[in-house]
Each structure stands twice: as C-alpha cells, then as structure tokens.
T-cell receptor, first 111, second 115 residues
Framework: DAKTTQPNSMESNEEEPVHLPCNHS???????IHWYRQLPSQGPEYVIH???SNVNNRMASLAIAEDRKSSTLILHRATLRDAAVYYC????????????FGPGTRLSVLP | NAGVTQTPKFQVLKTGQSMTLQCAQD?????MYWYRQDPGMGLRLIYY???????DKGEVPNGYNVSRLNKREFSLRLESAAPSQTSVYFC??????????????FGSGTQLSVL
C-alpha cells in the first residue's frame, strides 16, 4: 500500500488560496489519488480524485505531479467552512483494507 | 436525500454491556463499511461488506461482529464492550467495493463511551 505524508496542520486567511500538499512516493501506477475532508463533528466527505491529469470540480482542484509521487489539493478561495482535516488517500486494488485514512492535515482558516 | 443514516448518535455503556450500532443507506449502494476514529487519529476499517450476504474483516475487527441485514442495512455489534472501544464510529457506503475511482459516502457518526 502506498504511504502518504501530509503536514500535520496548515493555516490560511479567508478568501485566499490554499495549497495542501501530499507526498505518496510509493504509489503504484494504477492507484487513484483521493482527497476527503472531515468537518468538525462530521463524517468525512469526498472532495476530489484523479489518476494522472489535473482535475477540477466545484469544491477544489487537484494538481498531480508528473511522476505521480506527490499531489496538491487547491482550494481557490478559502472560506471559514473549509476549516477541516484533509486526507490524501492513494487507492489501489487491495479491496477493503487499503483505503487508509491517515492523520491528515488540519486546516485552520482565519477571518 | 438522507444518504447514510447512523443510530444512535451518542451512547454510553458500562464495561461488559452489549449493543448494536445501526446503519442504513438509501443510495442503493452495494458495499458498506464500518470505521472507528480515535482522538487525533485517522479512520481505521473494522469490517466491510462487499455486497448483500457477504462480510469481511478490516484492520481492527477484534471485539466486533457485523450483520448485513439487507442491501440497505449494515449493523455493528459489540458483544462485551471494553473501554478500549471508546471511539467515534462511522458507517460508509459505496456503489461497488472500493473500485479504484469509487467514492465513499459517510454517515455523521456515533460517539460511543465505554466506562
């Protein structure tokens, strides 16, 4: 299973962009890179995922390095509601066992 | 849409008591999962069910049993609760069993305290 490294915490000002990094140097060629976030007192929610190309949706953008050993989740304009723990999860084909939520990055958004 | 519904939201047990956490999804998903989350940590998979009628162990199954009652419902049972099982429990579902690009949908959790 691919191991990930994320900063324990990050801070951002409201309405500024936020770049959340993730290293996954042991990722396999078929693993997708998923990002979930967990708001306080809630279950995790899906944010975005990708394989090789950069991806955009209404919540965020995902930039994937050419060698796929790292990725960056981009929140274009942080809001107070974006304060959460963000999890980067490479997902392979070891069904059930391998979708591992590590400690993630706790993002604080300052008004 | 309700999505994934968990009951109860809070529960306090005494050591040795038993209880069942309930989970239901209304998205017609085939696969369902139970996770636990301890303070300051990520989620750990307890059990999962690829489809109705099947269940498999995850990373931390000891002390738990599960039942996939039907396609909608997946319950988690603690037969003899221990303080080490104090945690927040999350149920999740997905359309199929963790395909490479599948999404998980989570419930809002059950806060369980075992005294």
């Amino acid at each position: 299973d691919a191991k990930t490294t994320q900063p324990n915490s990050m801070e951002s000002n409201e309405e500024e962009p936020v770049h959340l990094p993730c290293n996954h140097s042991t990722i396999s060629g078929t693993d997708y890179i998923h990002w979930y976030r967990q708001l306080p007192s809630q279950g995790p929610e899906y944010v975005i995922h990708g394989l090789t190309s950069n991806v955009n949706n209404r919540m965020a953008s995902l930039a994937i390095a050419e060698d796929r050993k790292s990725s960056t989740l981009i929140l274009h304009r942080a809001t107070l509601r974006d304060a959460a723990v963000y999890y980067c999860i490479p997902s392979g084909d070891n069904y059930g066992q391998n979708f591992v939520f590590g400690p993630g990055t706790r993002l604080s958004v300052l008004p | 849409n309700a999505g994934v519904t968990q009951t109860p939201k809070f529960q306090v047990l005494k050591t040795g008591q038993s209880m069942t956490l309930q989970c239901a999804q209304d998205m017609n998903h085939n696969s369902m999962y139970w996770y636990r989350q301890d303070p300051g940590m990520g989620l750990r998979l307890i059990y999962y069910s690829a489809s109705e009628g099947t269940t498999d162990k995850g990373e931390v199954p000891n002390g738990y049993n599960v039942s996939r009652l039907n396609k909608r419902e997946f319950s988690l049972r603690l037969e003899s609760a221990a303080p080490s099982q104090t945690s927040v429990y999350f149920c999740a579902s997905s359309e199929v069993l963790r395909q490479l690009n599948e999404k998980l949908f989570f419930g809002s959790g059950t806060q369980l305290s075992v005294l």
